[in-house]
């Protein structure tokens, strides 16, 4: 059967899920004013862009692509990543591909492409540059086995067992006065302590996950849009109104605390024991996932890749250290500000603090013609043209080493959303075509999945380029 939509949609059936309604959020773009002009000089670029490439429909990934139910899907539920997508679309594309060699993702997050590649038994490879993702996903993609699900349960029993602790225990992180309820913290930290104590490597990183995965719901505050917000802050008719730190603690959380953080902990130990006890953590073939840059996966395996499958940060100025901050600092991966600015810019160039003075190498006329219809005056950060080149000279160093480590008729599937900065619509997809293209693969679809939606005023500014606002898949095969 040849490569197109109603082959992928025939491959969908391996473990339903109820359908949800994709609602993204506003930090894929900001927009201004958008200028007659410029949005004519983008249309019929973008018009160019398209009538050279294999455009599908996609809408049936949509809700693959943005994974609502990662929540309650075994495993994946073991840590709340909210930027993943589901392990039924990377299924699909293997079987669809026959995929039967190695398989690698570069951005691999909390390990959704690795879980796809080791439930069909096949080698695979990942990297990330945070550190608690590469946790997840070797958490996430451990061979568990007998005896490990009996230590187990014994250390589950001794969680239930433990009492609050009458030591005072100590973080690095500046900021946790503020955004915890101090007996809320000091639980934490003693529970820390004992899982530090486990003696098995295996059981031990598996009770850190499960207990850096109950920060956000014990704190005051919660992950959204492009960064963290304090739960006590709530928003009326009449703007924002904080209601008072101890007064939303008293309201919200229990008198006992100790109690309540350790049955949250034991509760979640106990689904993740069930999806171990249920198989989902059966593998022969454990993936291999290294901590550090993509762009040098080089230097850290020279296997050949078969299918290389991943999501990329968007070029939106998402930014996964900023978002995982508090997760980093209590869980003692950063220690000081200076290990956290340096973490930051370990990042892909997608977000303006992952960028450093590294040269921009790349040059792509369709980017600099877009870069010269943003209006100077309507970017919220000066630095984001700098960040846009830098964001696509990462990119092109990417495909550049993914085609020499590719094997012929191999395929690389990319997960994208495009971005707009004061007007201007940032194509990924057309863009990351491009530069496949010209480092050697042949652009084989680009599936559009699904569109972006904005506020309705920013919808009747942009309305002649909205359905460029989108998030797409493009397949590329060598
Ligand atoms: C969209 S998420 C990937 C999610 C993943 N597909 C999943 O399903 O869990 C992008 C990931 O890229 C990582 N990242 C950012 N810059 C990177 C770099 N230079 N090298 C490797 N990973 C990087 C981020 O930490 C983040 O985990």
Redesign the pocket.
């Known amino acids: 059967m040849s490569v197109n939509e109603f082959a992928y949609k025939t491959a969908f059936e391996e473990f339903p899920i109820e359908k949800v309604v994709a609602e993204p959020d506003l930090q894929y773009g900001f927009f201004d004013e958008a200028i007659g002009h410029q949005q004519a000089e983008q249309l019929k670029k973008f018009r160019e862009m398209e009538n050279r490439l294999p455009m599908f429909d996609g809408t049936s990934f949509s809700d693959q692509v943005h994974f609502q139910n990662a929540y309650k899907t075994p495993v994946q539920r073991w840590f709340p990543?909210r930027?993943?997508?589901s392990t039924r679309l990377v299924n699909s594309f293997i079987d669809e591909l026959n995929i039967t060699g190695n398989v690698f993702?570069?951005?691999?997050?909390?390990?959704?492409?690795l879980m796809a590649a080791r439930t069909h038994n096949l080698c695979s490879f990942g990297?990330?540059?945070?550190p608690i993702?590469v946790l997840v996903a070797r958490v996430e993609n451990e061979k568990y086995r007998f005896d490990d699900i009996q230590n187990i349960s014994r250390e589950i029993e001794k969680i239930h067992s433990l009492v609050k602790s009458n030591e005072r225990f100590e973080t690095s992180f500046e900021l946790a006065g503020k955004m915890f309820n101090d007996d809320i913290l000091q639980s934490l930290l003693q529970l820390k302590n004992h899982i530090m104590e486990i003696a098995s490597e295996v059981v031990r990183n598996l009770f850190f996950v499960a207990w850096l995965s109950i920060i956000e719901e014990t704190s005051n505050i919660k992950k959204e849009g492009n960064g963290i917000k304090y739960k006590n802050r709530k928003r009326t008719a009449s703007g924002y109104i904080n209601i008072e730190k101890n007064i939303w603690e008293k309201q919200t959380f229990p008198k006992d605390k100790f109690e309540f953080v350790k049955r949250k902990l034991a509760r979640h130990l106990g689904t993740i024991l069930t999806d171990i006890e249920d198989n989902f953590g059966v593998c022969e073939n454990k993936p291999k996932v290294f901590e550090g840059?993509?762009?040098k996966f080089d230097e850290y395996f020279s296997d050949q890749i078969q299918f290389t499958f991943?999501?990329?940060?968007y070029c939106n100025c998402f930014d996964?250290f900023e978002i995982h901050k508090v997760d980093l600092w209590l869980g003692g991966f950063v220690k000081n500000k200076e290990e956290f600015r340096q973490l930051r810019k370990?990042?892909?160039r997608s977000n303006t603090n992952a960028i450093d003075r590294k040269p921009i190498v790349y040059k792509n006329e369709n980017i600099e013609q877009l870069i010269s219809l943003f209006d100077a005056e309507m970017l919220w950060n000066a630095r984001i043209p700098s960040m846009v080149r830098g964001y696509f000279d990462d990119m092109n160093t990417l495909f550049n080493k993914l085609h020499a480590q590719t094997i012929r008729g191999g395929f690389v599937g990319v997960v994208v959303g495009n971005s707009a900065y004061a007007g201007v619509i940032i194509p990924t997809d057309f863009l990351i075509a491009d530069i496949a293209r010209e480092n050697g693969f042949k652009v084989k679809n680009i599936f559009v999945t699904r569109h972006l939606t904005t506020s309705s005023q920013q919808k009747r500014k942009l309305f002649p380029l909205k359905n460029y606002l989108r998030e797409s898949i493009v397949l590329l095969e060598k």
């Open positions: 990543y930027e993943g997508y993702d570069p951005f691999s997050g909390s390990g959704t492409t990297m990330d540059t945070n993702s840059s993509c762009l991943f999501s990329p940060p996964y370990t990042g892909f």
